[in-house]
């Protein structure tokens, strides 16, 4: 059973504030009958719900355990329900903009509410799509000061934010593997959020991920949704599946006789369930002097600490890049600023992924491509 397995009622609630703003504004203040209405309404309020009714499928709302088609149509659904409630949204300001300057009272046309209703469906089918596919390789390079010549040229693979998932199975997994063994990784980094679910849920759908290959290993570190569900667990299964866990921890990268230090810590969420929060002095305790750090952080708030202790370049996701364009402001607010692309950070470049997968509670993007990047290692000229 996942460590929080429930949501409190407001959350409910919450997610259904945009059913309840299309119903009042949309849908019944359009012509149709009685018997028309009650039924769309009472599918409306259903979608409202995903969260819930995943709750009750698998104890946790992150992890709807329905067929994988049953979890697509559900986020398309909700996702068009948020759309469809930001639109009618806008046409009602509109309509009361456009009163208060002719002063007088106008409707809205019931050709206006259909049309937003089709482009919100239409949003929501596309959005689901892009969360959906294989990102491509995205290509950054990156200058390290101090960077030793040996690692001049030398190639790091981010996966983040993978969830794996009834939404992101064994077959998308093993895609997003065959493309990252092919992208000539010295090193492959894992930041977090692998699943969205217990290892007895997830145990085939993660599997291929032990396929994965780099002449200097696969590393990583556990993200929130780790902590959503058996920490200790996941952290032995991973291990046992090939990955070298980073927990406030950190290993040696050697290349021709030069060095490199590859630090991890846990995620914020950790003491909520016992565990040991993010602690980048003992991550770094023992590790060579002078010698270029990368940092795995799965959240990207306390990368002006990373930069203060000396780290090069801070490898981060969480954010998903804010998922639609405009929201990501929001969420940026929520991570200190930070929440896709590059950032020049006291010295530091921190690097947000928008995230290989996502949560399967709200798998839409628009204009925030899912990615696997690949850093290029350059010394500072």
Known sequence: ????????????????????????????????????????????????????????????????????LIV????????????????????????????LVRREVIREPDALRYTIAGVAAA????????????????????????????????RVVQLTDLHISRLFTADWAQAVVDSTNASGADLIVVTGDFIDGSVEMRRHDVAPLQLLRAPDGVYAIPG??????????????LSGMGFRMLPNAHAVIERGGRRLVLAGVTDLSAPSVGAPGPDLALALRGAPAKVPILLLDHQPGKARDAAARGVALQLSGHTHGGMI??????VARANAGFVSG????????LYVSNGTGLWPGFALRLGVPSEITRFTLRPMR
């Open 1 to 68: 059973m996942p460590a929080k397995a429930g949501a409190h009622p407001i959350f409910n609630v919450v997610f259904a504030v945009p059913a309840l703003i299309v119903l009042t504004r949309w849908l019944w203040p359009l012509p149709l009958p009685l018997w028309a209405k009650i039924p769309a309404g009472i599918l409306m309020l259903a979608a409202s719900q995903f969260h819930f009714w995943s709750r009750l499928s698998s104890g946790s709302v992150f992890a709807p355990e329905f067929p994988r």
């Open 72 to 99: 697509i149509l559900f986020n398309w659904a909700f996702g068009a329900l948020v759309l469809l409630a930001v639109l009618q949204l806008v046409i009602d300001l509109g309509a009361l903009l456009t009163m």
């Open 123 to 154: 949003l929501a089918g596309i959005g689901v799509a892009n969360a959906l596919r294989v990102p491509p390789i995205k290509d950054v390079t990156v200058a390290i000061r101090d960077l030793p010549p040996s690692f001049d040229g030398y």
């Open 224 to 237: 929130n949704h780790e902590y959503f569900f058996d920490y200790g667990a996941w952290m032995r299964h």
């Open 325 to 330: 364009a405009g929201l990501d402001r929001i």
């Open 342 to 349: 590059r950032y020049e950070v006291g010295g530091m470049t």
